[in-house]
């Protein structure tokens, strides 16, 4: 009786290198559809929160009833982050001055530096895990691949062994290990289109994070949002327009 040929037979038949590249694939797998599940509901999550911030934002009639709305109700996503962090700046340098490095310079560009370094912690905290699947994405081809290299290798050494070259001896053994090769790209297939996914998402995302420090900057400052000139909004308690700039810096 002829055995039974299949998936069950490699692993029954390959040596400790074979099951640990499987094993290594196993793990990519997992956490691969770990990263793609939950940055898929972490971005869904994100972009509703987002949304029904800048809604309520620009639905304000000041700046004094955002800056109440998010001490009340937390900043729970990038735009009320970037908010949060203009309204600290403009209170810390008002009451410290310059005193420290940190708070030296015009007010203007204290500002600056503040906004510049909330895009840079959402920048951050947005693309954490994206290295892991662009790893995943272009390693797991070849970890197949030398896998498969590695069962054809014991395979015909087991052929030239039993003395028995014939095709139906040679197809299955080979065939079997070309599972390898199937395996390392299931792996690297979903990784590559959940890495190209979540980096058009963030840029998008960061682009229009960008506008919107803009209009920050132009409304902590001013009063008036980038490009209008009108008279300045009235100021949250404790917090006191920056002196008025000739061009908002990003």
Do not use: C
């Not at 590695?150 to 087991?158: D, N, Q, S």
């Not at 920050?216 to 949250?236: I, K, L, N």
């Amino acid at each position: 009786m002829e055995p039974q040929l299949g998936l069950v037979h490699f692993l029954a038949q390959t040596d400790g290198v074979g099951k640990f590249v499987l094993a290594l694939l196993l793990a990519m797998s997992v956490a691969t559809w770990y990263l793609i599940l939950t940055k898929a509901m972490q971005v869904a999550g994100t972009r509703k929160r987002s949304r029904r911030f800048l809604s309520d934002f620009w639905a304000a009639a000041n700046l004094a009833e955002v800056h109440g709305r998010i001490h009340a109700q937390g900043a729970h996503d990038p735009f009320s982050a970037l908010a949060h962090d203009a309204f600290t700046a403009v209170e810390q340098h008002a009451r410290r001055g310059g005193e420290r490095l940190i708070d030296a310079g015009a007010a203007d560009e204290y500002l600056t530096r503040a906004l510049r370094r909330s895009i840079e912690r959402t920048t951050a905290r947005l693309e954490s895990g994206l290295t892991v699947l662009a790893s995943v994405g272009s390693a797991a081809p070849f970890v197949g691949l030398f896998g498969t290299v590695w069962g054809i290798y014991h395979a015909l050494v087991a052929i030239g062994l039993s003395g028995q070259g014939t095709l139906e001896k040679v197809a299955g053994p080979v065939g079997e290990a070309l599972v390898m090769t199937a395996a390392g790209l299931a792996v690297a297939i979903p990784a590559v289109l959940a890495y190209n996914a979540l980096v058009r998402s963030n840029r998008m995302l960061l682009a229009e994070l960008d506008g919107f420090a803009h209009d920050v900057f132009a409304f902590a400052s001013t009063g008036a949002r980038a490009g209008e000139t009108v008279a300045p909004a009235v100021p949250a308690a404790g917090i006191q327009p920056l002196p008025r700039v000739a061009q908002a810096e990003g």
